[in-house]
């Protein structure tokens, strides 16, 4: 494999972590307007981006392939347990 396939496959793998951590913050913005966020904007989305990137690894290495629709549930719910933990600080 080379250089470029392996960069296009990285960024395919990692893709719905960083779409995930880019909304789930935005959406808890529009949801929750009566309180402030703790932390900043991009903050929060370095945060999930960091977990939704340990979701997707966990799941690769559990199930030993990418793409499982249980690695994608785990990812929804990291994601907004990790929103949800970063409002109540």
Do not use: E
Request: hydrophobic share 60%; with cysteine.
């Amino acid at each position: 494999m080379g250089a470029l396939a392996l960069l296009n496959h990285a960024i395919n793998f990692l893709a719905p972590a960083l779409w995930l951590a880019l909304l789930v913050p935005l959406l808890a913005r529009v949801f929750r307007k009566k309180r402030p966020a703790a932390h900043t904007l991009s903050a929060q989305v370095a945060i999930n981006f960091v977990v939704c990137c340990g979701v997707l690894i966990a799941g690769l290495v559990l199930f030993g392939r990418d793409g499982k629709m249980l690695t994608y549930l785990g990812l929804v719910v990291m994601a907004a347990s990790t929103q949800w933990w970063l409002q109540r600080r």
